[in-house]
């Protein structure tokens, strides 16, 4: 009988919990990483992540430790799940430890403040190793949903085909499908943005603004990360899949999505920093829609939307005045 994969999940909160069960529930040996021990010895001896996922039990082939060189031994797969603003620092720490042929997986969605690196890119920047050894995983991927074994489909991408799929077998259970594309760009963006335009779709429906201007955020959001994956060499299908679109309606319906919860209470009439205070998880879009801007910028793409919610965001813009200006904004073509 061939040895089980072996995974590492770096990051015990809901993501990176909900797809250490998917990993295990595929058959692989997963070992989770959590900063705190006793979140660690909590999972282990109760079988639940009580802090992030609780009331779900875990599978039994899934541990936690709160030892990086533990969880990193001999792993095939070293997924990372911690917020993307902090990926570079806790990556650096881990390098040493990693596996010599791992595959690098992020679950992040999200684009690096300043730099305005992907999360592969970050990846490959700290850990020195080729784009072929780096996998993201992403998608219509709700982790409270999944944790409750609810079906869904996923993307895997990675330069390499074969990684892909190797990945692929190594998460496909009966309630998770993952597809694999080589389109590491465009499947990143996608998950990126997707988040900003969760955002502008919460404010919207805080403000009460109706399911037309829902549908109109949606797809004008869509339109834009396109302009802006085609501009950074992006296959614009991509954007029609599970990693676009999938990922927008999931995201953007969802009573469950933090960025679409943080928008809605943002769009009620909360402070920025009330918001934040009744946030306990990550909310990526409220610092990626800066990096995302950025981008947009650096590489001569109009991103309404986006500029619309980093105004609301990082600026103190009234969602009024912003509603005004965006609806203001002059009469083009559907397809510019
Ligand atoms: N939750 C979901 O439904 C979901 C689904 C798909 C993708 N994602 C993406 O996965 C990533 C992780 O999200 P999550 O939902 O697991 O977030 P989370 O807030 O639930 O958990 C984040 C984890 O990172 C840890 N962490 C926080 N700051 C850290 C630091 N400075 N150093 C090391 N660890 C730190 C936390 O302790 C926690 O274990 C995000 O990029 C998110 O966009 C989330
Ligand atoms: O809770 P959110 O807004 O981070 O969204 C979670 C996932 O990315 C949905 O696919």
Redesign the pocket.
């Known amino acids: 009988m061939s040895k089980p994969v072996k995974a590492a999940v770096f990051?015990?909160?809901?993501?990176?919990t909900a797809f250490g069960m998917v990993l295990a529930d595929a058959g692989c040996d997963v070992t989770l990483w959590?900063?705190r021990g006793e979140l660690a010895a909590a999972v282990n001896s109760t079988r639940t992540n009580p802090d992030?996922l609780p009331g779900v039990e875990l599978p039994e082939n899934l541990r936690a430790t709160s030892d990086p060189a533990e969880a990193a031994a001999d792993a095939d797969f070293t997924v990372l799940?911690?917020?993307?603003q902090?990926l570079r620092g806790?990556l650096a720490e881990w390098v040493p430890l990693l596996a010599p042929e791992t595959v690098l997986v992020s679950?992040?969605?999200?684009v690096e403040l300043g730099s305005t690196m992907r999360m592969s890119e970050v990846i490959e920047d700290v850990a020195k190793v080729g784009a072929d050894r780096i996998a993201v995983v992403t998608g219509p991927?709700?982790?409270?949903e999944i944790a409750a074994r609810m079906p869904a489909a996923a993307v895997v991408a990675c330069r390499s085909e074969a990684v892909a799929q190797r990945l692929q077998s190594a998460c496909h259970t009966p309630y998770f499908r993952p597809y694999t594309n080589t389109d590491v760009v465009g499947c990143e963006l996608g998950g990126a943005v997707k988040?900003v335009i969760g955002l502008a779709v919460g404010i919207a429906d805080g403000m009460g603004l109706g399911d037309n201007a829902k549908g109109s955020l949606i797809t004008r959001g869509l339109a834009e990360t396109t302009r802006l994956g085609l501009a950074m060499g992006a296959d614009p299908m991509t954007f029609s899949g599970l990693a676009g679109l999938g990922d927008l309606v999931a995201t953007c319906s969802s009573p469950l999505s933090?960025n679409h919860t943080f928008g809605i209470n943002l769009g009620k009439g909360m402070t920025l920093q009330e918001t934040i205070s009744v946030t306990k998880?990550?909310a990526?879009g409220v610092k990626s829609c800066e990096s995302v801007l950025d981008l947009a910028r650096r590489h001569g793409v109009d991103m309404p939307i986006t500029e619309t919610v980093v105004g609301i965001v990082h600026e103190g813009k009234p969602p009024v005045v912003a509603l005004k200006e965006l609806m203001g904004r002059s009469a083009k073509s559907e397809r510019r």
């Open positions: 990051g015990t909160g809901s993501w990176g959590g900063r992030y799940a911690v917020p993307s902090t806790n679950l992040m969605k999200g991927n709700l982790a409270r988040n933090r998880q990550t990526e």
